[in-house]
């Protein structure tokens, strides 16, 4: 390693500082000195000075393995704050406080960067409320569940396909959990088919509270859920079943065996549900629809019934499913839409929800 020594003269000339400044500049590097067998520019006094304010790597930036000058603003910078005077650097610091400060409250004021909900400050009602949201959930799922499981060899026997009964404990259960926090209003209930017509419903997806809105309508649909849901106790049990349709993510096996199902159960006069943008949003805002749904009723000749949900992302925020904030909840039923093009299902659908999301 070749070790080169620097005077003042020479480090001021490569960094284009004017020759009136040398003499100045000169004063921090008085002359070259040995530490350690290596040359520096700088003083045994303010070797130990440096030593003490820096690590050895940034300190030693005049005693390089190279035979150019490498250094970097950062280091004089160094040399800047050790000459300040006490007062300046009182002023400095307070000053960089103050910047700080000022960023901290900007970025405080912004909630989540993903959310479009307005995110406040979480009050401990909205916390309270949610605990209380999921005991009362447990203690209504246990029992019923139970009641769902006795009763699941007849179901099997008597409604294999449509499973009345089961449907008709979810809409006791999730009416049990809703109704003492949240209050719904329906609007278009006559435009739900009737019971014995199979249909695709299709709504948008805002808060993990849809389900619990959608089942308080009582019709005896499918819902499409991951297969981790199945997973959970009591809650993933009652889906299977209930007969709710597995689906597996970016899985085209799954998405075609899923749609497959849908048909078969349509067929024989079930009806299923679907949330055509796949996920829930997070910005409030309705994202694009896939095409599955509408292929689904395309060729099964059954309505596609749009459903609008207003107001749940506010109460449960996706993301924050452990609060639960007070407000109301809308439940827009649309006419049923007809056709067997799914590219046209797809688009009126979307049109009809996204209308009446505008219109609130």
């Known amino acids: 390693?070749?070790?080169?020594?620097?005077?003042?003269?020479?480090?001021?000339?490569?960094?284009?500082?004017?020759?009136?400044?040398?003499?100045?500049?000169?004063?921090?590097?008085?002359?070259?000195?040995?530490?350690?067998?290596?040359?520096?520019?700088?003083?045994?006094?303010?070797?130990?000075?440096?030593?003490?304010?820096?690590?050895?790597?940034?300190?030693?930036?005049?005693?390089?393995p190279r035979k150019h000058v490498v250094a970097s603003w950062h280091d004089f910078e160094k040399k800047e704050e050790l000459n300040r005077p006490h007062s300046g650097n009182i002023l400095h610091n307070r000053n960089r406080l103050s910047g700080c400060v000022v960023v901290r409250s900007q970025l405080t004021g912004t909630g989540n960067s993903d959310a479009g909900y307005p995110l406040s400050d979480l009050k401990l009602g909205s916390k309270v409320r949610g605990i209380c949201f999921y005991a009362v959930t447990a203690f209504n799922a246990i029992f019923l569940f139970v009641l769902m499981l006795l009763a699941h060899p007849f179901v099997l026997l008597f409604d294999r396909h449509r499973r009345r009964f089961h449907h008709f404990i979810a809409k006791t259960w999730a009416t049990l959990t809703v109704a003492p926090f949240v209050k719904i209003k329906y609007e278009g209930l006559e435009n739900l088919p009737p019971p014995n017509i199979p249909a695709v419903y299709v709504s948008n997806h805002q808060s993990f509270l849809d389900i619990y809105t959608l089942l308080t309508i009582g019709g005896s649909f499918k819902f499409i859920s991951k297969t981790s849901i199945f997973l959970y106790p009591i809650i993933g049990w009652a889906m299977f079943l209930m007969g709710a349709i597995p689906l597996k993510r970016m899985?085209?096996?799954?998405?075609?065996?899923?749609?497959?199902?849908?048909?078969?159960?349509?067929?024989?006069?079930?009806?299923?549900?679907?949330?055509?943008?796949?996920?829930?949003?997070?910005?409030?805002?309705?994202?694009?629809?896939?095409?599955?749904?509408?292929?689904?009723?395309?060729?099964?000749?059954?309505?596609?019934?749009?459903?609008?949900?207003?107001?749940?992302?506010?109460?449960?925020?996706?993301?924050?499913?452990?609060?639960?904030?007070?407000?109301?909840?809308?439940?827009?039923?649309?006419k049923p839409i007809e056709g067997s093009d799914p590219e046209v299902l797809c688009n009126e659908a979307r049109k009809t929800i996204s209308d009446e999301l505008n219109r609130q």
């Not at 921090?28 to 003083?43: E, M, N, V």
């Not at 299923?272 to 997070?282: C, D, I, L, Q």
């Not at 689904?296 to 506010?314: E, N, R, S, W, Y």
């Open 251 to 334: 899985d085209s096996r799954s998405q075609l065996e899923c749609l497959k199902r849908c048909m078969n159960l349509t067929a024989k006069g079930a009806s299923v549900f679907f949330f055509p943008e796949g996920t829930r949003s997070k910005d409030g805002k309705l994202g694009a629809f896939k095409k599955g749904a509408f292929s689904v009723a395309a060729k099964t000749k059954v309505p596609v019934v749009p459903i609008t949900l207003k107001g749940t992302g506010k109460i449960m925020p996706p993301g924050m499913e452990s609060i639960l904030n007070l407000g109301c909840v809308e439940v827009v039923i649309h």
């Open 1 to 64: 390693m070749e070790v080169v020594s620097f005077s003042a003269r020479t480090i001021i000339h490569r960094f284009g500082y004017k020759e009136s400044g040398f003499v100045a500049a000169a004063s921090l590097f008085p002359q070259t000195h040995t530490y350690k067998g290596l040359y520096t520019a700088c003083s045994p006094n303010r070797q130990a000075i440096l030593r003490n304010y820096t690590d050895s790597a940034q300190s030693s930036y005049l005693c390089l």
